[in-house]
Nanobody, 123 residues
Framework: QVQLVESGGGLVQAGDSLRLSCAAS????????MGWFRQLPGKEREFVAA????????DYKDSVKGRFTISRDNAKNTVYLQMNSLKPEDTGVYTC????????????????WGQGTQVTVSS
């Protein structure tokens, strides 16, 4: 089993920044592909960002490119999502996910999910 625990969410004003963290269990963390997803109010869960385990390649949802940065610290079994220039439309529950596959497409195939952390951006 892989267990994921998110932290770092909160209430901020438009234009502010937040840094989300996701701590993962397991010695094989460096081989996991890690992703961030979000569920906006009244919407289905959507892909936000991901980083591969082998070469740390990344992918982002178009609307967050240039504002969000995903990174990982394999020594700490932790993945981060730095969110800058936040907008009210970024408000939602952000969830960390992990997969053990080596697919080049980083948007899907996740088998393990965290509990989520709330991000609220006021205008």
């Amino acid at each position: 089993q892989v267990q994921l625990v998110e932290s770092g969410g909160g209430l901020v004003q438009a234009g502010d920044s937040l840094r989300l963290s996701c701590a993962a269990s397991g010695r094989a963390f460096s081989r996991y592909t890690m992703g961030w997803f979000r569920q906006l109010p009244g919407k289905e869960r959507e892909f936000v960002a991901a980083i591969s385990g082998s070469e740390s390649s990344t992918d982002y949802k178009d609307s967050v490119k240039g504002r969000f940065t995903i990174s990982r610290d394999n020594a700490k079994n932790t993945v981060y999502l730095q969110m800058n220039s936040l907008k009210p439309e970024d408000t939602g529950v952000y969830t960390c996910a992990a997969r053990l596959t080596a697919w080049s497409n980083l948007k899907y195939g996740y088998a393990y999910w965290g509990q989520g952390t709330q991000v609220t951006v006021s205008s």
